[in-house]
């Protein structure tokens, strides 16, 4: 009898839900120019910037919608931004960094949308495919880091 071997996190699949225009009977929550089957991980964060500052732009004129768009659209636009210095490292260290710092961003993110869905500012149903694509993001720029440190090694 074989025994299963235990898998790590970003080894398994990711939320068996719907998304932004990944599978054909779903629709897109932008306008990417992704073509089917192609991954550009450039492309899906330029995206993912484009939807937060929507999503920035529909937040409420309060003193709480303000605060969260300010931290919503720095740590949002960021990972795009950072993934340019990704590409152009200078070193294994460097690109590990870099990354590193992508994925801390994305972080950041995810609990914002989630500070937004708990306190209502705007319907969850918007901030869902958002969460979602923050969490395969957080998952990729995981992978990414784990891959370039076994490398580095």
Not at 29 to 55: P, Q, W
Not at 118 to 147: D, Q, Y
Request: proline share 3%; charged share 30%; aromatic share 8%.
């Amino acid at each position: 009898m074989k025994t299963k071997k235990k898998a790590f996190n970003v080894q398994r699949s990711t939320l068996n839900i719907e998304w932004i225009g990944v599978r054909e009977d779903e629709p897109r929550y932008g306008s990417s120019t992704r073509a089917k089957g192609k991954f550009d991980l450039e492309d899906r964060l330029l995206e993912f910037a484009a939807c937060l500052t929507k999503l920035v732009d529909a937040l409420p004129n309060s003193r709480t919608g303000n605060h969260v768009a300010g931290q919503l659209l720095r740590c949002g636009t960021s990972p795009f931004a950072n993934h340019g210095e990704v590409q152009a490292a200078e070193s294994r260290k460097d690109f590990i960094h870099k990354l590193g710092v992508c994925f801390k961003e994305l972080k950041e993110v995810r609990r914002w949308l989630r500070f937004i869905a708990r306190v209502e500012l705007v319907p969850a149903k918007r901030l869902r495919p958002l969460l979602i694509e923050s969490e395969e993001l957080i998952r990729i720029f995981s992978a990414s880091i784990k891959t370039a440190e076994k490398n580095a090694k």
